[in-house]
C-alpha cells in the first residue's frame, strides 16, 4: 500500500514466481555507490554501525523479476477482468468470517475513526485476502532492488529502504526476516515501512503495533490511516451517475480528487442517482464494462481510498466487496 501502486492479492502467483527466480543474486555493496552513501548516510544520522549495515546487506538479494512485475501490475487491467480478482463469493464469505469474528475491534475502530465496518473488511480483503497472502518476498530484497535497479522509482524507494531499517530496530527484529509483498508492503493491510512507522497502532493493547500478525492493530491502523487522509464519518463513497450529451468528457479529465459540486456537474449533463446533497463535491469516475465504458460520482470519501492506493479500479473494488460483505453481514445468511 502506498498510498501504493500495488495490490498484493491480485499478484500472488507474480510473488510466488519472484520467490522462487533463479536470477536472483547476492548484493554486493562494493559494487553499489548509491548504497555506500546511504550506509553513511543512516551512520551520520541515526547512529548506525557501517559494519553492522554491511552485515545485513549481505543478506540482500537483486532480484530482477521484482522490476518485471512492477512494470505489469493488475491495477492496469481493465475493470471488468480486474474486478473479477476481488469481487468473488468467496471473498464475500471470507470477509463475513472476518467481520464475525473481529466485530468488537471493528466497532471500536468505527466508533474511534468513523471508518465504517465493511470499508476495514474489504481493504484488509483486497491487499492479502484477510491475512491469508501477506507475500512472501524478503522486504530487504525489495526495497535494496527498487532502490539500486529501478531508476524511475528509485528516490522513493531509497527513502522506504531507510524507513525499513529505522522500523527492523525500532521493532527489534532482523530486517532479513522481513517478508511481504515485491514492493516492499508488508503485514495484513500491507503498509509501506513509512507508514507502518507513522499509522501502525498498538489497537490490541499487547504493548506492540504488529499490523503483521495481530487482526486487531491492522484494522485499527487502516482507519486511522484514512482518517487522517480525511475520511468523512457518514459520508457516501460513491454513487451511480446519468450522462446527458458530451460535455461530462472535461470534468473526467479533472482526475479522482472532487472538485466540482454536484449542481455544477449538471451544467455538464452528470447527474447522481442519488440527490441527497447538491453542494457535495464530486469526480467523475469512469471504468470499463465488458461492452464499453461506464460512470460513477466519487465522493471524498473514494477519493480517500486512493490515497490507500492511487488506483480508481482499486477503490472501486474495495467499496464493491465492502458493499456484498455488509449485505452478506446483514442478511440472514450465515457468514
Known amino acids: 500500500m502506498y498510498t501504493r501502486f500495488i495490490t498484493l492479492g491480485a499478484l500472488s502467483l507474480t510473488c510466488l514466481l519472484v520467490a522462487v527466480s533463479p536470477r536472483a543474486h547476492a548484493l554486493n555493496v562494493a559494487k553499489y555507490p548509491a548504497l555506500q552513501g546511504l550506509i553513511a548516510e543512516m551512520a551520520d544520522q541515526y547512529g548506525y554501525a557501517p559494519q553492522k549495515l554491511r552485515k545485513t546487506f549481505r543478506c540482500a538479494r537483486i532480484r530482477p523479476e521484482i522490476i518485471e512485475a512492477m512494470e505489469r501490475p493488475k491495477e492496469l487491467l481493465p475493470w471488468f477482468e480486474y474486478s473479477r480478482i476481488f469481487l468473488t463469493e468467496e471473498n464475500v464469505q471470507r470477509g463475513a468470517r472476518f467481520w464475525k469474528k473481529h466485530e468488537a475491534a471493528l466497532t471500536r475502530a468505527g466508533e474511534k475513526y468513523g471508518v465504517p465496518a465493511e470499508i476495514v473488511v474489504a481493504i484488509i480483503g483486497v491487499e492479502t485476502q484477510f491475512g491469508r497472502n501477506k507475500g512472501n518476498i524478503p522486504i530487504l530484497d525489495a526495497l535494496a532492488t527498487l532502490t539500486l535497479e529501478y531508476p524511475a522509482r528509485s528516490v522513493f524507494f531509497r527513502r522506504e529502504l531507510i524507513e525499513f531499517l529505522l522500523l527492523a530496530r525500532e521493532l527489534d527484529i532482523d530486517a532479513c526476516r522481513f517478508k511481504g509483498s515485491y514492493a516492499g508492503a508488508m503485514g495484513l493491510p500491507q503498509f509501506m515501512p513509512s507508514n507502518y512507522r507513522r499509522f501502525a497502532l498498538d489497537f490490541d493493547a499487547n504493548g506492540a503495533r504488529d499490523i503483521l500478525e495481530s487482526p486487531e492493530d491492522a484494522i485499527g491502523s487502516v482507519a486511522a490511516y484514512l482518517k487522517e487522509h480525511g475520511w468523512e464519518s457518514g ?34 449533463g452528470i447527474f447522481p442517482r442519488r440527490h441527497e446533497n447538491a453542494e457535495r463535491r464530486a469526480a467523475l469516475i469512469s471504468l470499463e464494462g465488458e461492452y464499453g465504458p461506464f460512470y460513477r460520482l466519487g465522493y471524498n470519501n473514494f477519493y480517500v481510498i486512493t490515497r490507500y492506493n492511487h488506483n480508481r479500479r482499486y477503490a472501486m473494488a474495495v467499496y464493491e466487496l465492502g458493499e456484498r460483505i455488509r449485505q452478506r453481514m446483514e442478511s440472514k445468511t450465515p457468514p
Open 235 to 268: 459520508a457516501p463513497v460513491t454513487d451511480e451517475a446519468n450522462l446527458k450529451g458530451t460535455r461530462y468528457f472535461w470534468i473526467e479529465k479533472l482526475g479522482l480528487k472532487p472538485t466540482l459540486p454536484v449542481r455544477q456537474l449538471a451544467h455538464y
